[in-house]
């Protein structure tokens, strides 16, 4: 998969650990569908974010993406919270 220069730093970790983990999850799954490149976009919307999917393992995932992650395009998510059983 073709990337940009910024792309293979961002692969290469030079924009920090959680653009390093996005990108390198954005290639894998470019590579599985065939695609040539990444596209431009303006807008994104996070789904499924919820601690009924997630579970503990999720929440210590995500909490590991936010020490360094950042947000380069508008990002809207659902609201979600965990659920007292």
Same mark, same amino acid.
């Given at each position: 998969m073709e990337l940009t220069s910024e792309e293979q730093e961002m692969a290469a970790g030079?924009?920090?650990k959680a653009a390093q983990t996005a990108m390198n999850i954005l290639v894998t799954l470019g590579e599985i569908?065939? !695609?040539? &490149?990444?596209i431009d #976009?303006?807008?994104?919307? #996070? !789904?499924?974010?919820?601690?009924? *999917?997630? *579970?503990?393992p999720g929440l210590a995932w995500l909490e590991e993406m936010a &020490?360094?992650? &950042?947000?380069?395009t508008f990002t809207t998510l659902n609201p979600a919270g965990k659920l007292n059983s």
């Open positions: 030079k924009h920090g569908y065939g !695609a040539k &490149k990444l #976009i303006t807008s994104v919307q #996070i !789904a499924g974010v919820s601690y009924a *999917n997630l *579970n503990e &020490k360094d992650g &950042k947000v380069r």
